[in-house]
């Protein structure tokens, strides 16, 4: 019931928004994309993530404009065992494409 309402309260009063983002540094082999999924989950983000063959990993994002900047901002220090050197984040039209956030595998 709490998550419900604070996911409402995230939601609320704020514009939708897309965020496609890079992750750059050691940001694989370190539960990345399982933390994100957490951290988009509890703030109602939905979109997808996944691993680069390059070592980035890349995501996006969909939701209010709040709740995004702050899976934005967890990508920046990432989970504990990971390095993040740069975030590169390009800002999309909103398309509503997403009823959730999955782990995208190749």
Excluded: C, T
């Excluded at 934005?72 to 509503?96: M, N, Q, S, T």
């Amino acid at each position: 019931m709490a998550d419900q309402l604070f996911k409402a309260a995230m939601n609320s009063s704020d514009k939708l928004v897309r965020a496609h983002i890079y992750i750059y540094g050691r940001v694989q082999g370190v539960f990345f994309r399982a933390n994100m999924l957490r951290v988009a989950s509890i703030y109602g983000v939905n979109g997808w993530v996944r691993n680069l063959r390059d070592g980035r990993v890349e995501a996006v994002l969909e939701g209010s404009e709040k709740a995004v900047k702050r899976v934005i901002e967890w990508a920046h220090e990432g989970p504990p065992l990971a390095y993040v050197e740069k975030v590169e984040v390009i800002w999309e039209d909103y398309k509503g494409e997403f009823d959730s956030f999955r782990i995208l595998y190749f």
